[in-house]
């Protein structure tokens, strides 16, 4: 198939992309299990912050590689001449390159639309009451639902069900609030964003969801702590409140950009065993972990700056982008 000279670049770097994320992801699936063993001896908020980086780097670094040196050697080595013939693989991969960036778009904005759908319902009949200063107001709506979440990614909000505040005293649902306001400090919904716009290895085939879960898992324990910081009153005002959400029925999933007070039933016996009987990761385990990914990510980082700075990289990448397109 004959195809323009812009045609055929922006062929070349969609299937060049998915060719890296395919090779990429597997080997990030590969080591998913192990890294979630060893974040379960970290502190959560490390853990989770180690779970995204890997679930990331996927398609972060396939769309390096194709900025740096992909879409460079291309135009600087390539002759701008008319029509050329683009081959059926390098086709077939494209398409896909495609596919896995349409797939997470979809995913994206399906649950944009469920979220926008339910703030302006809630805006609709909700009340809006003013919270301490940490944070604006809360909007509390007419419902029995144990609702208690933070809705939205950029502008969040707080939202609450009356149902929930009349069976939680005043200490529980400050337990819970406070956990509420931890997933805000720490922006867990725009993290949530990022792995829903994160492509996988094929389309419409979610090959990362244990590590997501995992993520999630540890997210939800992260704002735990943060909400009783070792207070044991806290802990105890937490878990009640958990207890009591919970028996109200099955929280509602409504979006995937709003985190609830209880995302996920089955992690609930490991929360409240861990507000009950609170224990620590090593500190010097945690400064380990950062001292090591810190260091990787230098030494990666001026790796690839030395590569870069070789005119033979860009060759070499040319004559695979030849291969491939042919």
Request: hydrophobic share 55%; aromatic share 8%.
């Amino acid at each position: 198939m004959s195809v323009s000279y812009i045609f055929r670049l922006v062929s070349l770097c969609l299937a060049s992309f998915f060719l890296l994320q395919v090779a990429l992801s597997f080997i990030a699936r590969a080591a998913a299990p192990a890294a979630i063993r060893f974040a379960g001896s970290l502190r959560p908020r490390t853990a989770a912050h180690l779970l995204l980086i890997l679930r990331l780097s996927p398609a972060a670094s396939g769309l390096l590689a194709v900025c740096l040196l992909c879409l460079p050697s291309y135009l600087w080595l390539e002759p701008h001449v008319g029509a050329e013939q683009i081959g059926i693989a390098c086709s077939f991969a494209a398409f896909l390159g495609v596919a896995i960036w349409a797939s997470s778009a979809f995913r994206v904005l399906r649950a944009a639309a469920a979220s926008s759908r339910c703030a302006r319902e809630w805006q609709r009949v909700g009340q809006r009451y003013r919270l301490p200063a940490e944070v604006s107001d809360i909007l509390v709506v007419d419902d029995d639902a144990p609702l208690l979440a933070l809705a939205g990614v950029f502008r969040t909000r707080l939202v609450a069900s009356r149902g929930l505040l009349r069976r939680l005293s005043p200490d529980q649902f400050n337990a819970a609030l406070r956990h509420e306001i931890a997933h805000h400090s720490t922006r867990d919904n725009f993290m949530r964003l990022l792995l829903f716009l994160a492509p996988d290895a094929f389309p419409f085939i979610r090959a990362f969801a244990p590590l997501e879960r995992a993520w999630s898992r540890f997210t939800e324990w992260a704002a735990d702590d943060s909400a009783v910081e070792g207070d044991e009153h806290r802990s105890l005002s937490l878990a009640e409140a958990l207890i009591r959400v919970s028996r109200m029925g099955s929280s509602l999933h409504l979006s995937p950009f709003l985190s609830t007070l209880i995302p996920d039933e089955a992690d609930l016996s490991a929360r409240i065993n861990r507000l009950l009987v609170p224990g620590r990761a090593p500190q010097n385990l945690r400064r380990r972990v950062w001292i090591l990914i810190s260091g990787a990510s230098v030494a990666l980082a001026g790796a690839a700056l030395v590569v870069l700075l070789q005119p033979a990289t860009f060759y070499a990448v040319h004559r695979l982008l030849e291969r491939l397109v042919r």
